[in-house]
Each structure stands twice: as structure tokens, then as C-alpha cells.
């Protein structure tokens, strides 16, 4: 089984920045696409950034241009460097790691991010 771990969320002013991580450990065999992905109070799941295991990145429009996400498959962790926050950036940030079939995605827990204006 393998478990994700979020860190680095808080509370920051508008304009500032933040770096989330996430550490995958147990039985790893595989993980390919790795993702951030945020759900607001009163709002569903939303994917932020993506990436594959050769580096490929996808954004979300509303992010584009102020975060970077990054991954080291040797060390089974990625990362997720937020500049120029802003007031709706403000969610629980959850890491997402894709097994490889017929293992089942997997999540963590979850990390709050809070930008005040």
C-alpha cells in the first residue's frame, strides 16, 4: 500500500508564496502521473497541476504562469511552488499519485492553504 503525505500548507498574505511537497512511501513499484488538485469550501475537487513521470506539466488556467509543479522519481516526491497567491487560491490541497493498473489512485490526506487579502 502506499501513502501519500502533503506538507508546507499555512497562512500567507496575498501576493506571497508558499512550496508544497508530498512523499510517497510503502510499496512502491510504480508511479506515474503525479497531480495537485484543491477543493474550497463549498466546491468540488479541482485539478491545479499535473505531471508525468517524464516531466511533462498541465495547468490549470487559473494558475498558469505563478505555479510550478516538480517531481523526483528517485526520491517519490513532488512539489509545488506557489507565487503571486491569491485570496481564491485558499483550499486543502490534496497530492495524488496514479499506481499503474490495477492499482487504485492514490491520495493524501490533505494540506490548508489560506491567502488573506
Known amino acids: 500500500q502506499v501513502q501519500l503525505v502533503e506538507s508546507g500548507g499555512g497562512l500567507v498574505q496575498a501576493g506571497g508564496s508558499l512550496r508544497l511537497s508530498c512523499a510517497a512511501s510503502g510499496k512502491i513499484f510504480s508511479i506515474n502521473d503525479m497531480g495537485w488538485y484543491r477543493q474550497a469550501a463549498g466546491n468540488q475537487r479541482e485539478l491545479v497541476a499535473s505531471i508525468t513521470r517524464g516531466g511533462a506539466t498541465n495547468y490549470a488556467d487559473s494558475v498558469k504562469g505563478r505555479f510550478t509543479i516538480s517531481r523526483d522519481n528517485a526520491k517519490n516526491t513532488m512539489s509545488l511552488q506557489m507565487n503571486g497567491l491569491k485570496p481564491e487560491d485558499t483550499a486543502v490541497y490534496y497530492c495524488?499519485?496514479?499506481?499503474?493498473?490495477?492499482?487504485?489512485?492514490?491520495w493524501g490526506r490533505g494540506t490548508q492553504v489560506t491567502v488573506s487579502s
Open positions: 495524488k499519485a496514479e499506481l499503474g493498473w490495477p492499482l487504485p489512485s492514490a
